[in-house]
């Protein structure tokens, strides 16, 4: 099972653009509530994770790595809001699309991120930072936060990284919402 997830990690831009692909083969023409119930979830997806990306110093990579330990902003509520926001952006583009890609895009969802993803990328940060780790992850949900704590929400943020680390999920994000909504409309 290790190796099937450390190839889902590595493959996980790969596989976001089949589950797109998915979605955007079954779309169906929307109505005007669910072009705005799906705007509105992918514009919130995109903020969470330009939070998420101004809390870390890096996430690109095929290969699972932590410089640090992050528990702060979004991370303070939940452990994996880069996917949080990503669901959200996914849904979105679902709930564009109509019900059937509503269901495909869940089912897939869990089983990319909560099956093979992040229990890969926990083994990792496991190893890495031990008892910290198992504190942090005993008092943070995966990807519903477990409580609500002010403090955990404030910490370092750097505007900087957002262009350098984002703007390529920006894109695709922006690209994917527009062909779903000349496919929808």
Same mark, same amino acid.
């Given at each position: 099972?290790?190796?099937?997830? %450390? ?30 119930? +799906? ?5 919130? +997806? ?8 101004? @809390? ?25 809001? *880069?996917?949080?926001?990503?669901? *959200? ?16 895009? @869940? ?17 990792? *940060?496991? +190893? ?40 390529? %999920? ?16």
């Amino acid at each position: 099972m290790h190796k099937i997830r %450390s190839t889902a990690f590595a493959l996980r831009g790969g596989l976001w653009t089949a589950l797109f692909l998915a979605v955007w083969f079954v779309a169906k023409p929307a109505s005007k509530g669910a072009v705005a119930g +799906g705007l509105a979830l992918v514009v919130l +997806g995109q903020l969470i994770r330009f939070w998420a990306v101004g @809390c870390i110093t890096r996430y690109r990579g095929e290969r699972v790595g932590a410089e640090r330990l992050v528990t702060w902003g979004p991370y303070g509520l939940v452990r994996n809001p *880069l996917y949080v926001g990503n669901g *959200l952006i996914g849904l979105g583009w679902a709930v564009l699309a109509g019900p059937t890609a509503i269901v495909i895009f @869940c089912v897939a969802f869990i089983l990319i991120y909560a099956v093979l993803i992040v229990p890969y990328e926990e083994q990792f *940060l496991r +190893g890495k930072f031990g008892a910290a780790y198992d504190d942090y992850a005993a008092t943070t949900g995966r990807f519903f936060p477990k409580s609500w704590s002010p403090a955990r929400l404030t910490g370092p943020f750097d505007r900087s990284v957002l262009w350098v680390s984002e703007r390529h %999920s920006l894109l695709v994000t922006v690209l994917g919402t527009a062909l779903l909504l000349v496919r929808t409309l």
